[in-house]
Each structure stands twice: as structure tokens, then as C-alpha cells.
């Protein structure tokens, strides 16, 4: 009986009964409990039940000398073998019931916690680490910690959450691992695995000083993509990069990985590109914030101003935005005379009385507004 896995079960059964239950393990050691100052304890009457061939022991009032309360102390079963023994407190007329009911369910989860750490024995420990961190919402660092331990890492250490999506990436995923593993600039802090859409996500261990973080790390990014890039292109395999929050907590990193994806299904059509979290945190922010809210606030102006002035606004300010502000950029982009470009934007300026070239509380206003009219 796991401690750990004991403590869990008790904060869940806690949610539905106001009884206090114990968990003693197969040593008759008290190992969880709603009770926290008697955890550690060592319960006879468990013990007895571990080692004797009754299932269930009823107490009917407390024993100060062994420190065994009144109650119901039944066995838990997996596999047809006693692995410890579930305890209600109370009157045992009151509580046998409900006993009952607990030590059913708790064999049941033990049974799910077995079933899902025998699926997880397939992966090896980094590959169960990854897999916790793409697919569970309901880790604790614990959970996250013995995989660190286990492996030798860092858990503080600066990382930089890197997705990569590649075409047809099942026939080259491969030869991408095999570069990736091989590179020169890969550390042993590094982790990483492939997702269930074949994209290949990691964290990159970096050494590199707070101070000097923020304008390093791009060029940290492309130093250890480089050789992987070259390959790529010289395939003219279709590609995007998106590069999530920099971590140095574990507690994070399902949350870095989620950010990765939300930039992959919101970048766009762009292909062959860097995409960069702490470029686009306007437009993150945005999409955090709900419809009804978005509605309320620019439903009036979209309806008021039309189909044909909000087709030119959010072609004109997604090329602004895209090129930063470059107007001879963002002109080409368009495919447009940067003159046309300003005439464009005049007539946006006419209406909103804002100018984003020159005033940043109305160019965030702006890229507010399309972002809501973009908004799927």
C-alpha cells in the first residue's frame, strides 16, 4: 500500500462522507488518514486482520491503551491478496454500511491506479514523463518529481518549451529523433518525445543567465534547430516552430505545452516559420476572454461599421501586425504600394479616430478589435 496512493484516495473519499476513514498498510502502519496527527501510527487491530484469516473486525469503543478507536476495519483485496486494511470510525451498527461502500471503492481505485501504471510500464521513464505532462490535468509535483529524480534532472533548471510540426512527419520522425539526439549543442537536461498528432515537443535545458535570458534565447533556439532546419529544407518538407514560455518550475510545464498548441492552432496559415509565445501574448490574453465578454464589447462596432470596412480592417491590420508596423513590409505582404497601404489606413483612422503608428494604448485597442473579428 502506497502512502502516497493511500493519501489520495482519502482526500477523495473526503468529498463524500464526513466520517473519518484510515488506510493501514500491509504492516498494520497507519499510512493515511482525515485524522493527520495519526498518521505513522501502528493499528493492531490491522495487523491482525493482515495476518489472521478475518476480513472484517468490528471495534465497538475506543481502546486508549492501543490507541484503536471504534469502528469497522475491513481488508482491502487487489488481486486476491490483502494489501491493507480500510478503517471507518463510529459506531459500527452506524458505519458498517458505509464501510462497506468505501472499501469497494477503494479497491476500485486501487485497481485503476494498477491499470494505468501497468499501461504506463511500456514507456520508458522519459517517455512516461512526457506522457504525463501531454495528456493529465491532474498531476502533482510529486507525480512529476520521481520521474526527475529517477532521471537525474534538473527540476529548477531553465527550459525553453519547443514544439515542432513537420509534413508527413510519421516518415521522417525517425531521422528527426536521430538529429535531434545527436546534436551538439543537446544537453542531458534536455526531454522530449513525439505527441499523438506527431509533432515532436521538448524542453531545451539552457545554461544561460537570467540577465542575459530574454535576448539570448532565440538565438539559443536556432543554434540547436539549425541542423535539424537544414535537413528539413533540403527536403522542402513543410514546417512551423512554435516556441512556448521559458519554464524553471515543473508545476508549469503542462501548462507550457498546452501554450505551444494554442499557438499551433492559432498562427494561422503561415508556413516555414518561428513562431515565438511572448510575440503574440495580446492575442493570447485575447482568447482567454469570453465570447459573451468580447461581444459586449466590440459587437457594436462590428455591426455598425460593416462587412466591407471590417474586410479591409483585418486584412490591413493583419499585415501591420505581421510585419510590425513596417508599412513598405507590410505593403509587400499585401502585395500592395505602401502608398495604397497609408490611404488604407487613413480611412481606418478616419472612423476610429486612433492612430497605431504612433499611440500604443490605441494600437492595443486595435489589435484587440481584430483579433475579435478573427476570432473563430
Not at 322 to 341: Q, R, V
Request: hydrophobic share 40%; aromatic share 12%; glycine share 4%.
Amino acid at each position: 500500500m502506497d502512502s502516497i496512493l493511500a493519501g489520495k484516495l482519502i482526500e477523495r473519499i473526503s468529498n463524500f462522507t464526513d466520517y473519518n476513514v484510515n488506510i493501514m498498510d500491509e504492516n498494520g502502519i497507519l499510512v493515511a488518514s482525515r485524522m493527520k496527527e495519526r498518521i505513522g501510527s501502528f493499528h493492531e487491530v490491522a495487523f491482525d486482520i493482515i495476518n489472521g484469516t478475518d476480513d472484517t473486525v468490528m471495534v465497538d469503543m475506543d481502546n486508549p491503551e492501543t490507541g484503536v478507536k471504534a469502528g469497522v476495519n475491513m481488508a482491502i483485496y487487489t488481486n486476491k491478496k490483502k494489501v491493507g486494511v480500510v478503517g471507518v470510525t463510529g459506531s459500527p451498527d452506524t458505519v458498517l454500511s458505509v464501510a462497506k461502500i468505501i472499501k469497494m471503492s477503494v479497491e476500485v481505485m486501487m485497481e485503476y491506479e494498477m491499470y494505468k501504471y501497468e499501461s504506463m510500464k511500456k514507456y520508458n521513464l522519459r517517455e512516461q514523463l512526457m506522457h504525463l505532462i501531454f495528456y493529465n490535468d491532474n498531476f502533482e509535483r510529486e507525480d512529476l518529481s520521481k520521474y526527475f529524480k529517477a532521471l537525474n534532472l534538473d527540476e529548477e533548471i531553465l527550459r525553453i518549451p519547443i514544439l515542432i510540426q513537420i509534413e508527413n512527419s510519421e516518415v521522417y520522425m525517425t531521422k528527426v529523433k536521430e538529429i535531434l539526439d545527436g546534436n551538439k549543442f543537446r544537453s542531458r537536461q534536455d526531454i522530449g518525445d513525439s505527441t499523438k498528432e506527431d509533432f515532436i515537443f521538448l524542453f531545451k535545458g539552457i545554461g544561460c543567465d537570467i540577465r542575459n535570458l530574454m535576448q539570448d534565447y532565440k538565438y539559443l533556439v536556432g543554434e540547436y534547430l539549425s541542423p535539424l532546419l537544414q535537413y528539413i529544407r533540403a527536403r522542402h518538407l513543410v514546417y512551423n516552430i512554435y516556441v512556448g514560455p521559458i519554464q524553471n518550475d515543473i508545476m508549469y510545464y503542462r501548462q507550457a505545452y498546452l501554450d505551444c498548441m494554442w499557438m499551433q492552432k492559432n498562427m494561422g496559415n503561415s508556413q516555414n516559420r518561428s513562431f515565438y509565445f511572448y510575440d503574440y501574448m495580446i492575442r493570447y490574453m485575447e482568447s482567454r476572454v469570453p465570447a459573451s465578454e468580447f461581444n459586449a464589447i466590440f459587437y457594436m462596432l462590428k455591426k455598425e461599421l460593416g462587412k466591407k470596412f471590417t474586410d479591409n480592417y483585418t486584412e490591413t491590420m493583419e499585415a501591420l501586425i505581421e510585419k510590425d508596423y513596417n508599412l513598405a513590409k507590410a505593403g509587400n505582404m499585401l502585395h500592395i504600394h505602401k502608398n495604397t497601404l497609408v490611404y488604407r489606413l487613413d480611412k481606418i483612422r478616419e472612423v476610429l479616430n486612433m492612430n497605431p503608428l504612433v499611440n500604443n494604448t490605441e494600437r492595443e485597442f486595435m489589435e484587440c478589435f481584430y483579433y475579435y473579428l478573427i476570432r473563430k
